[in-house]
């Protein structure tokens, strides 16, 4: 089975979105904490050491079929001790709490900083850019429209809202008159809703 999983490439294995999502946030751990020795989760890593990682997880599949069954997010968290998941959670979440309430997915792309698409109402009266690794890595903000288009991908966030927030304002109020287009955004609450929602 490991020689016809190393002939079909690693690519026939069943990644699901949450697979490829740890598997990214690991990567960028390593990118970011060298020193911390994360171990090496590429594609070409893991088809290198197929044996070592996925052989115990390949009992009772004996055809390509079967591969579906496997679990492979499970057997990818086995490559990291118990310290090592715990510390995968703190310095690299899979979601951000905004000051909305609204829990948010990042997004992860390593050699990168992990990016976080919000509603920019969302973001009112926040003034520091979030960061993830222990407070070392600023996350990259796509602050979107109501309508969920990138107005502003940025990260300085208190820059924003001091140079440039004022222009956005002026642009879409009169294209989105049901959300709030505050004067002063640093002490308007933050919302997901619109102004009549809100109220």
Do not use: C
């Amino acid at each position: 089975m490991l020689e016809g999983i190393r002939q079909l490439g690693i690519a026939a294995l069943p990644w699901s979105p949450e697979a490829r999502d740890w598997q990214a946030r690991v990567l960028s751990l390593r990118h970011w904490f060298p020193e911390e020795g994360w171990p090496d989760p590429s594609d070409a890593a893991l088809q290198e050491h197929l044996e070592e990682w996925l052989g115990p997880f390949l009992t009772g599949i004996t055809r390509r079929e079967h591969l579906k069954r496997l679990d492979l997010l499970t057997a990818l968290k086995a490559r990291l001790d118990w310290n090592q998941n715990r510390r995968l959670e703190e310095g690299a979440p899979t979601h951000l709490t905004v000051p909305s309430g609204s829990q948010l997915r990042l997004e992860y792309r390593p050699g990168d900083s992990p990016v976080l698409a919000v509603k920019l109402q969302e973001m009112f009266g926040l003034a520091e850019t979030p960061r993830v690794g222990w407070g070392r890595v600023p996350v990259t903000l796509h602050l979107l429209s109501p309508a969920r288009r990138p107005i502003q991908v940025t990260q300085d966030l208190r820059g924003f809202w001091e140079r440039t927030y004022a222009e956005v304002k002026k642009e879409l109020k009169g294209r989105y008159p049901k959300h709030p287009w505050p004067d002063d955004p640093w002490n308007a609450p933050p919302t997901a809703r619109t102004k009549r929602r809100s109220s």
